[in-house]
């Protein structure tokens, strides 16, 4: 693992007990370029993550309680009329920083949850004809409550295609809730953790893992997955292009954060569950993500050589 990866790894292991495979696909998606969509109940650490992320980078954390009578404008900002200036003034809104903690994504309207779409995938946002770049890195980390739908809007398929991956921190175990309770006198807030590795260092970092290798025969097996989605039966909707540079861009991640400069089918068989199931829309009665499974299981895996 890269010096910075294992710092940062550490700073947050420090509020977030135990939760070691959720960090690392919080970290792939950052350090990937990408955004993450965490589907969990309340009271998991989903804020704590998000907070504790952006200390330990030294950035600047947004985030955004969505509500039905959210407006676009209070996600991106507005122009305001200054009349000691006789003219508009920018006053920016909450994107406007490097981890943005959407909270409860699908209780926004479809008219606010799009106000993302632009942010997300261009990494700008236009008002007035007038685009504006975003902070670097930017950083999208979106909630949303898979058990209760009372009052929602379910983001619709181009939404769900701009997360690079989605994942469930879920309960702690046992022993993990109890070092929880053990530790409340002496437990390190989200604000008191030091940064441990900087915005460039970020930005460096995901340059470096645009620059790991996938042999051929790997983007071929990552294709073939893919494409299965399309052709499934119990699916409706198969997996976008856009997926499919998803996971390429999710393994290269994640291998170096293993401490490589090559990617093996094992970084593929991790991702494509958190990458590839959010994606598609499923016949009833059968999950997206043991539909994944299911492929992982019949297609052929590429020798090694």
Known sequence: MPAGIDRLFANLSQTIIGKEDSIRLVLVALIGGGHALLEDVPGVGKTLLAKSLASSIEGKFQRIQCTPDLLPSDITGSNIWMPNSG?????????FANVLLADEINRATPRTQSALLEVMEEQQMTLDGRSRPLPRPFFVLATQNPVEYQGTFPLPEAQMDRFML?????????????????????????????????????????????????????????????????????ITLGVSPRGAVALHRAAQALALIQGRDFAIPDDIKQLAPHVLAHRMIPTAGLPARTVVERLLDTVAIPASR
């Open 87 to 95: 003219e508009f003034e920018f006053l920016p809104g909450p994107v």
């Open 166 to 234: 989605s994942l469930s921190l879920g309960y702690p175990s046992a022993d993990e809730e109890l070092r929880m309770l053990q530790g409340l006198r002496s437990s390190v807030r989200a604000e008191d953790l030091q940064p441990c590795i900087s915005l460039e260092e970020v930005q460096s970092l995901q340059q470096q893992s645009r620059q790991v290798r996938l042999e051929d025969s790997l983007q071929r097996y990552l294709l073939q997955l893919v494409r299965d989605t399309r052709e499934h039966p119990d």
